[in-house]
């Protein structure tokens, strides 16, 4: 498996998490979600489709 370095958001009080390693969706969610803290992590596998990049219609 594949080894990349990825964003994980996450809410202060941990309900919520969010990983992603797509440019465009990173700065989106910055933007968006202002109250989410953020740390670098290391994710394994295929790179997961981005719906900001290639929205489902």
């Keep these: 498996m594949k ?3 990825a964003i ?3 809410s202060p009080d941990g309900t ?3 990983a992603g390693d797509c440019p465009r ?3 989106i ?3 968006m ?3 989410l803290r953020e740390r670098r992590v290391i994710v ?3 790179p997961w489709a981005c719906s900001s990049c290639h929205p489902s219609h």
């Design 16 to 18: 919520e998490t969010w």
């Design 25 to 27: 969706w990173i700065a």
């Design 8 to 10: 994980e958001f996450y």
């Design 44 to 46: 394994y596998g295929k």
């Design 33 to 35: 979600r202002p109250d």
């Design 3 to 5: 080894r990349r370095k």
């Design 29 to 31: 969610t910055r933007r």
